[in-house]
């Protein structure tokens, strides 16, 4: 993945109607610059969804950049999986053991390396791996279920992460994911996030394609362009 500060809307399938998935991300795909696939193992998070099986499924389906968000206690034993599904990228939190090796794993397996951080952890738990990154994932909800209310005290960090990010001149994609909508995402596209996960405010809208177009103009420059 290249092009930070280029503004990309993520839809999250978590939302969508799984009996209808092929159709859900039809949708949507005119307006997705990437798809955002939510991974719940029922330990890192209390839920479950869904695995590589579904990702193969879809890779099947679409061409679009599907961005795996893994909410797993054990991804290492997983990303092989998801890569040969076909990924494009995964995101490991790094509230789990051995960041590094989890993003060396990534680069052999030929995935776009994400690191993704919970409301509560400190930015300085992912500085050290900006360097080796492609995409930094702030959560902007704790994670398990979609839905709920955006987390307003996580902005400061998100401004935090952007300028760690500028300061070092890296091209790493600045994501946040829980709560965006056409009332919050401008405040954290303020803060210089360019991908914005959504779930519920797309899929659950009456028009998915029209919410999605809301949402990317709501957190767009009016003379801007899409990346
Ligand atoms: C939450 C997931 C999110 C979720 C977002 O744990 O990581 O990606 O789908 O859903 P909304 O946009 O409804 O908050
Ligand atoms: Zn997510």
Not at 48 to 58: A, E, F, K, S
Not at 99 to 121: F, K, S
Not at 191 to 219: C, E, K, M, T, Y
């Amino acid at each position: 993945m290249t092009g930070s500060g280029v503004t990309r809307i993520a839809p999250s399938i978590l939302s969508a109607d799984f009996c209808a998935l092929a159709a859900s991300i039809d949708t949507v795909a005119p307006e997705a610059d990437l798809l955002h696939v939510d991974v719940m193992d029922g330990h890192f998070v209390p839920n479950l969804t869904i695995g590589p099986p579904i990702v193969r499924c879809i890779r099947g389906h679409t061409d679009l950049y599907l961005d795996c968000h893994l909410m797993m206690t054990n991804p290492g034993e997983h990303l092989e999986a998801f890569a040969k599904a076909g990924a494009s990228g995964c995101s490991v939190h790094v509230e789990v053991d051995d960041t590094a090796g989890l993003i060396a794993q990534m680069r052999d397996l030929g995935l776009d390396a994400g690191l993704a951080v919970n409301p509560e952890t400190p930015l300085d738990a992912a500085e050290p791996f900006l360097d080796d990154i492609d995409l930094l994932l702030i959560m902007t909800v704790h994670p398990g279920f979609g839905g709920q209310s955006f987390m307003a005290e996580v902005v400061p960090k998100i401004r935090q992460a952007r300028e760690a990010l500028d300061r070092r001149d890296l091209d790493v994609a600045l994501e946040v994911d829980g709560g965006i909508n056409v009332d919050t995402a401008p405040q954290v596209a303020a803060a210089g996030a360019d991908v914005f996960v959504a779930g519920s405010a797309i899929f659950d809208a009456a028009d998915p394609l029209d919410a999605a177009r809301r949402l990317r103009s709501a957190v767009s420059p009016p003379t801007g362009e899409r990346g």
